[in-house]
């Protein structure tokens, strides 16, 4: 059996709804529009009952990274800063696409009106 990569292991314990939140909100406007979009796509979808086990723990595992305050690239480094970030994020994307749907698109989209 394969063993996940580290970003994956124990994303249940590193990933919290409290600690998300909160720093999607402080990043929201230094990230852009296109990273928290990503982010709520995967919360979402994680939300969801029909969403299964090995597609949550994909995005619980993205954004424990995501909301880990240690980045490959630092957050506050200039234009850069959440290029890594983005990366991790659409690469879960990519591999829960078929549960990121209509639903959980308008939800997002009713949040980033809200925000942006």
Known sequence: MQTLPVIYQNAGQRYSAPRFRPKLAR???AA???????????????????TPRWAKATVYGALAYFILPLDAIPDLAPLA?????LGVLALAVGTIARYI??????QTSRVLARWF
Do not use: I, M, S
């Not at 749907?101 to 308008?106: I, R």
């Open 27 to 29: 990043a929201a406007l």
């Open 32 to 50: 852009g529009r296109e990273v928290v979009e990503k982010a709520l796509w995967l919360y979402f979808a994680a939300q969801r009952p029909e």
């Open 81 to 85: 800063g959440y290029t890594d970030d």
């Open 101 to 106: 749907d209509g639903p959980v698109k308008a």
